[in-house]
């Protein structure tokens, strides 16, 4: 209804992209999203949505690049950050994914976004092979 009476909406594209992630659709979840982007380049908010969207359609290259950009706004944001630590984890770039998740936690150490990041670098310091560092990172 919202897009349907106001079709540049920017946010209800956006959340339109979110609630299509949380249904399981990611193909129609990117298709909107990107649309949010194109409609409010300054949002940080449409870039994050962008990228989770591109990370549930097994895009992760893609997904770092949209974080990349919302950081570009917001450069210390730890959400973003931890963000695109999972796309670099998944993307394989492992030292990328080290070095942001590392930034996000000393903007953020301790709460549940620090525990987001925290599970992050242990999943990428798991697939780099650093096992005792891993441990900690989970631990």
Known sequence: AAIALDDVNGPAYTNLGIAYAAAGQPTRAVHFSAIGVAMQPASVE??????AALEAALRPAEAAEAYESGLIL?????VLLTNLGGA???AGRLNDAIRVL???LELQPVGVQAARAYNSLGAALQADG?????????A
């Open 46 to 51: 449409a870039h994050n949505a962008y990228g």
């Open 74 to 78: 917001s450069p210390n944001s730890p």
């Open 88 to 90: 670099y984890k998944d």
């Open 102 to 104: 590392q930034a996000a």
């Open 130 to 138: 650093q096992m005792e560092l891993a441990l900690d990172a989970y």
